[in-house]
């Protein structure tokens, strides 16, 4: 894993130039890479292509990077893991290729030299690369196929650059304009679906996407990857005794593969069904295995359990080392702004700490890749909103003046009950027609009630488009004979997986210098996934029955039975207790008035009903807050990077 980042001018660039921002793009990515970095650039053609290095395979300097193909044609700045490159070295080296290095960065680049974007589909792994074609004067991007790893990029008069990082490009901008669209989306969903930022001038390169570039501008943009809910109908499903053993040796294969590695291989363990049987697997091949978890010191939220009795009893069913960081939730609520800072994105979720806390602990015992148990819940459907979308013919007939006359009354329920809350929510989604319904899951306040807190200036701006439209086009592709359910998950992959889960992953836990690796998202365990039919996946009220099945000889019951929960912190204390003053401040009628995006009364009326217990709006006042902070560290204040484009 590393950093990588690039620059194209529109025009002739003196090298002194070039050296300068490549070097400056190393140190805005140095973390991801702490063990090398290096640069190349380009005079003629206004190139700079820069790369910090995380050392995990082939440890030797021969994996250093930019790296240029045998013919010198071809040059790679590339983040990942390639978990098939041992095949595919042997292929290359059949055909004649004489390798200089041990590590798949050089396999990747020899397969690419020869196949160009043929060789996407060939690779099992994540990755987000860039390559520089010294005769066609094009510079090639591509993403992984699930989104593991970020890439963001703008395209502007002056050129085109690309990172690993969106706070690094924003570097560059001398206009930086917020985009209401995105703003709008952080705040129904608490994160950005599509290829949307904060920023109007920088977008995202999405989850199976490539690009080419010449001139500095885009000139080609295409999907190299569909899920496989877009591409067919299952023909050939997986049921019964079949499936779970084919989610068995499936998980275990993956597991297997993606401990490929120079250094030592840790996990994340919650205690929960799919990290523990991450480490299940890895076991079976990796001695000594440490695995990380997290305490909270303190009372959690209503619905929320605690993990860390379940991952001490894995740990000692499976014999495995657990290393545990104590936390308390005054000093993780004093580090909310650092989540601004290291997502570059305002996303309005505590549980990215937990990823940081938990690599921390993993960097400083020496450990510099994590295996995730993330995934699973979207492969196999672990959520209690698949549920809720299962039974829906319960109560989706019932006309919609019967359901706002439910919707009313159910706000007179205590606002702090977990079971109101989840109950008004679905009078809420009910009101919304089929597709919509399905979008509607995943957002955390009614649409009507999020515009009012909108400026007229702010309003004027958005316009019309909803906030939903990239989950409704998707919708639209995905094959229309498949189970609602399926449906269902492959908008979880394709939105809450990608843009959410693991953009948060990789932030926190490159920010310390970890890989984290995610078997779950596995190419072929995706597919395997897909060909079980929906009801083996949710049975009953069962939740990921297939998985549970297949886990059943390598876990303990209650374990792989226990009840879903999420990572439970405390925000509706936080924010009458730990967070008040910031609530106070960030969001007073001086500062509302002078960012511009909200109204002060709109804003200050929800607050004061949700501090009184009439609503509970506290995802929605901490998704302001973050924009405010997000808007404080990336708006107000200023990188001298921007003086070096001209």
């Known amino acids: 894993m590393c950093g990588i980042g ?52 082939d440890l030797s300097s021969a994996g250093h990077q930019p790296m240029k193909d045998a013919t010198g044609r071809f040059t790679i700045v590339y983040n990942g893991e390639i978990y098939n490159f041992k095949e595919l070295r042997e292929e290359l080296k059949a055909a004649g290729i ?29 990755f987000a690369f860039a390559v520089w074609d010294k005769i066609e004067k094009s510079l090639f991007l591509a993403r992984d196929a699930m989104g593991v790893k970020p890439l963001y990029y703008t395209e502007k008069a002056w050129g085109f650059a690309f990172a690993s990082e969106l706070k690094v490009l924003v570097a560059l901008l001398m206009t930086r ?37 010449q001139n500095s501008r885009i000139i080609r943009r295409w999907a190299w990857y569909e899920l496989p809910a877009r591409r067919a109908f299952v023909s050939n499903p ?21 401990l490929v590695s120079d250094v030592p291989v840790g996990a994340f363990l919650s205690g929960g069904l799919d ?34 009795p379940y991952a001490r009893r894995v740990s000692k069913y499976l014999g495995v080392d657990l290393n545990i960081v104590t936390v308390d939730s005054a000093n993780m609520a004093r580090d909310l702004e650092k989540i601004v800072r290291l997502l570059g994105e305002p996303v309005a979720d505590p549980a990215p700490l937990n990823v940081l806390y938990i690599s921390r602990l993993a960097c400083e015992s020496g450990i510099k890749v994590l295996l995730s148990g993330t995934g699973g819940d979207d492969l196999f459907s672990g959520y209690r909103r698949h549920i809720a979308l299962k039974y829906e013919s319960i109560w989706s007939w019932l006309p ?22 989840r109950i008004r929510r679905l009078t809420e989604i009910a009101l919304l027609d089929h597709q919509n319904r399905m979008s509607g899951y995943f957002s955390w306040m009614p649409e009507d009630i999020l515009k009012s807190l909108y400026s007229t200036d702010f309003l004027r701006q958005l316009g ?25 998950l492959a908008l979880e992959q394709r939105f809450f997986l ?69 990572f439970g912190v405390p925000l509706r204390r936080w924010l009458r207790q730990d967070l008040r003053n910031l609530v106070r401040h960030l969001l007073s009628p001086e500062v509302l008035s002078q960012r511009g995006l909200f109204n002060p009364e709109a804003v200050n009326r929800l607050v004061a009903d949700d501090m009184a217990g009439r609503i509970d709006a506290s995802y929605t006042i901490l998704s302001l807050i973050m924009i405010e902070l997000w808007c404080r560290v990336f708006l107000d204040e200023r990188s001298t990077m921007e003086n070096w484009i001209s």
């Open 275 to 308: 990290s523990s049987s991450v480490v299940a697997f890895a076991r079976e091949k990796a001695t000594g295995m440490r695995c990380f978890t997290m305490e909270v010191k303190d009372e959690q939220d209503a619905g929320f359990a605690d993990d860390l």
């Open 6 to 57: 690039g620059w194209l001018s529109s025009k002739q660039v003196p090298r002194a130039q070039l050296e300068r921002i490549a070097g400056l793009f190393v140190k805005g990515l140095a973390h991801r890479g702490p063990d090398d970095s290096g640069v190349y650039v380009e005079e003629d053609s206004g190139l700079a292509l820069a790369h910090t290095r995380l050392a995990i395979l």
């Open 498 to 566: 990608a843009d959410h889960n693991l953009m948060y992953t990789d932030m926190m836990s490159m920010a310390v210098g970890v890989e984290t690796r995610v078997p779950f998202l596995d190419l072929e365990l995706v597919e395997i996934a897909f060909r079980i039919p929906a009801n083996l996946k949710l049975k009953g009220l069962t939740t990921k029955w297939v998985l549970k099945k297949a886990m059943a000889p390598y876990l303990p019951k209650e374990v792989i039975y226990r009840s879903k929960t999420g």
């Open 177 to 213: 304009t917020l985009d209401p669209l995105s703003i709008h989306r952080y705040l129904t969903f608490l994160w950005c679906p599509g290829d949307g930022t904060p920023l109007r001038e920088i977008r995202k390169l999405q989850p199976g996407e490539a690009l080419v570039v």
């Open 400 to 421: 919609k003046s019967v359901t706002l006359i439910f919707r009313e009354a159910l706000q007179k329920l205590e606002s702090h009950s977990s079971f109101a809350r």
């Open 238 to 258: 997986l049921s019964g005794e079949k499936a779970i053993g084919a989610v068995t040796e499936g998980l275990r294969s993956a597991v297997h593969r993606q």
């Open 98 to 126: 004489h390798f200089r290095s041990r590590s798949d960065t050089e396999v990747l680049l020899e397969l690419f030299a020869r196949q160009g974007d043929r060789a996407l589909p060939r690779l099992n792994g994540i």
């Open 464 to 488: 019309n488009e909803p906030a939903d439209g990239p989950m409704i086009e998707f919708l639209n592709g995905v094959c229309n004979r498949i189970d609602i359910l399926d449906r269902m």
